[in-house]
């Protein structure tokens, strides 16, 4: 960012003080990362050039319904735009620290609440992204077609442009797998986060817990705790929380492994690498 497009968002969001400070902060590795400041206010802005304009209106989009829904709290839209070649969002700023036990439980509790929001369908609207990469959203009133098309198939299917050894066979033996074991399993449409890593949850100073950069969706609210299982960050007091809250149905270690699958294969197709080991053996054993 520099002094004109700073100028430029701040102005977008009604800041009329000439005295304008920013600086570059972490947060995340996609898009870059500011503090924005002026007369005691600030935001949290992110930028991406404009051909990526839509990877921030996606992320503006699920924390919008994120917030409508009223169930946890999230960083709120100041604004978005373009400037200066750039697409920019606009958020809150939130002064963020590590859960705590406590706050760990209670963000089981809100997520419980945040899938009792349901839809007809699984899917979305609109298409959006999970990290960096696509993520189709086409609407299905089948759960386990929407799986094999819209996140498992898709994934694979993008794996295959690189890798020889993954074929459309890969996807037929982890359907087959599925209705062996898994036929008649009919979830409810839930409100998603989509992207639940430990580093996309923190507390806030009085305590409660927040998120941020969703891949919302509608789908089997099982594959959020897929996900938080999948790389850490979350301790037993958030499971723990959420089960007392809102128990699983019987089977969901065989559909975790499913559901943390497209996880594996989204960073096989980012980042290669061991990832494309750790799918493969997980589709192995899986279809075995």
């Keep these: 960012m520099n002094d004109q497009t700073a100028l430029a968002i701040a102005g977008s969001l009604g800041w009329r003080d000439r005295k304008l400070e920013f600086r570059a902060v972490s947060g995340g590795s996609i898009a870059g990362s500011w503090r924005l400041e002026s007369a005691g206010r600030r935001a949290f802005v992110k930028t991406m050039p404009d051909a990526q304009a839509a990877m921030l209106d996606a992320e503006r989009d699920g924390l919008e319904r ?102 459309a066979d890969l996807k037929r033996r982890l359907h087959e797998a599925w209705q062996a074991r898994l036929a008649g399993y009919a979830p409810a449409a839930s409100l998603l986060h989509g992207d639940l890593w430990g580093g996309n949850a923190a507390a806030l100073p009085d305590g409660q817990p927040a998120l941020f950069d969703p891949a919302v969706h509608y789908g089997d609210r099982e594959c959020d705790l897929a996900m938080a ?35 594996l294969l989204n960073h096989a197709n980012l980042f290669g690498g061991h990832y494309v080991s750790a799918s493969r053996r997980l589709i192995d054993r899986l279809a075995a």
Excluded: K
């Excluded at 369908?121 to 819209?150: C, K, S, V, Y």
């Excluded at 007392?244 to 065989?254: F, I, S």
């Design 66 to 167: 994120l917030a409508e829904s009223g169930a946890i709290a999230t960083p709120a839209v100041l604004g978005h735009g373009a400037a200066d070649d750039s697409a920019w969002l606009a958020l809150e700023w939130l002064e963020l620290r590590p859960l705590t036990a406590s706050a760990s439980a209670t963000l089981g509790r809100q997520l419980a609440e945040l899938h009792r929001c349901r839809a007809e369908t699984f899917g979305l609207e609109n298409d959006n992204f999970i990290g960096a990469t696509p993520q189709p959203n086409t609407r299905m009133a089948d759960w386990t077609e929407f799986l094999f098309e819209h996140r498992l198939g898709f994934q694979l299917e993008l794996l295959s442009e690189s890798r020889s050894d993954i074929d």
């Design 229 to 263: 299982d999948l790389f850490g960050g979350f301790d037993a007091a958030f499971f723990d929380a959420y089960a007392e809250q809102w128990p699983l149905e019987p089977g969901w270690r065989l559909r975790r492994d499913f559901y943390q699958l497209y996880h």
